[in-house]
């Protein structure tokens, strides 16, 4: 399996993805090819201690960097050389398996729909991560990358996270269930009371495993494996979680070191606290799949060090060797809605 990674993408750039593709390499075997400024790819190798490239290791060259502030509807225009897009395009001519960057998430999206393109058929890409829940995390898609849906958009989300649930995380027939705010089938916006029926139908017919209306505190619960939603609903429940889990934190800290009692306690339940800190970590997962492309892509977390992105790395070796996109195309029918007939 060979990943290429964006090795100019983040905030911790280069040196996160060059570490992060190194330990990859090393604890995996996994290949990479390194996209971006040679000169401080080899650097950053140097620096900790690596004379040469090591077996697996490749470096592509690109002069440009597409920057946090960029347009990313007008990055790829204004740099074609840019660490991003040669990235995209040695992916889209199949010279490695599976793309990984923690740069800009707009230019990410932009640049897999317009260089490596949709699969045909799936009217929009999806972010799809994993969210920590009581049943060992479950895809919440959409997240962010479409505010506006129509209900097509959500039908197809279903089939995509339940796709990835089942073939990515291991999920035997993975529960889906519609974020709303209530269970009842007429709750929610136009958009749910309107997927609802079409979810149902999908259900019915075998295609997927559709629960019902599921609500934020039954989802978190671990209610169900994948988390249906437009991306501005999916994104609030992404983000409070992330907050949540932030504020607990920092509260448990705070209540531990109040006096020399507190301290003992923290002592016996340090590997509790550990664990916790661990599920509640995106570095652990890895990154967050780009669903709907017709290669796989993965969005490391813009803060990523190089732990995050050898998980990254392996979570795109995962996804590539899942033969998620295969399913999708092969069933791309069954999640499509009759086109409205002409006047």
């Known amino acids: 399996m060979k990943i290429i990674v964006d090795a100019m993408g983040g905030d911790n750039a280069p040196k996160a993805p060059v570490l992060g593709a190194l330990q990859a390499n090393k604890e995996y075997g996994t290949q990479v090819i390194l996209v971006g400024r040679g000169e401080e790819i080899l650097q950053v190798m140097k620096d900790n201690g690596v004379e040469q490239l090591p077996a697996g290791i490749e470096i592509a060259h690109a002069s440009q960097v597409i920057e946090m502030c960029d347009d990313p509807a007008f990055a790829f225009r204004e740099k074609k050389d840019s ?23 707009g230019a990410l999206l932009s640049g897999a729909t317009l260089v490596t393109k949709r699969i045909k058929g799936i009217r929009r890409a999806a972010l799809a991560p994993v969210v920590p829940t009581g049943n060992g995390g479950a895809v919440l898609i959409d997240c962010g990358a479409n505010v506006k849906c129509p209900p097509e958009y959500l039908l197809q989300f279903a089939f995509m996270g339940s796709y990835y649930a089942q073939k990515v995380l291991g999920r035997e027939n993975p529960k889906v ?9 007429s709750k929610g916006t136009d958009l749910q009371v309107e997927v609802y029926p079409l979810l149902q139908k999908a259900a019915e017919n075998g295609r997927i495993n559709f629960v019902g209306n599921v609500e934020a ?73 780009l669903l709907g492309i017709s290669k796989p892509v993965i969005k490391a977390h813009g803060s990523s060090n190089d732990y995050a992105m050898k998980n990254a790395i392996r ?8 033969g998620l996109i295969e399913d999708i195309t092969a069933h791309i029918e069954e999640m499509r809605l009759p086109a409205a007939p002409k006047e």
């Open 83 to 105: 660490s991003l897009t040669v990235g995209l395009e040695l992916l889209k001519k199949g010279d490695g398996d599976a793309f990984v960057s923690a740069g800009s998430t």
């Open 217 to 289: 505190r039954e989802a978190v619960e671990g209610a169900v494996d994948v988390i249906v939603a437009d991306g501005y609903s999916g994104n609030i429940f992404l983000k409070t979680m992330e907050g949540t889990g932030m504020f607990l934190a920092r509260e448990m800290k705070k209540m531990f070191k109040k006096n020399f009692v507190t301290k003992l306690a923290a002592v016996l339940v340090s590997g509790g606290l550990k664990n916790f800190k661990k599920l509640m970590d995106s570095g652990e997962v890895g990154g967050t799949a």
């Open 177 to 185: 269930g519609l974020l709303n705010n209530g269970v009842e089938p």
């Open 315 to 322: 979570q795109a070796a995962s996804f590539a060797a899942s």
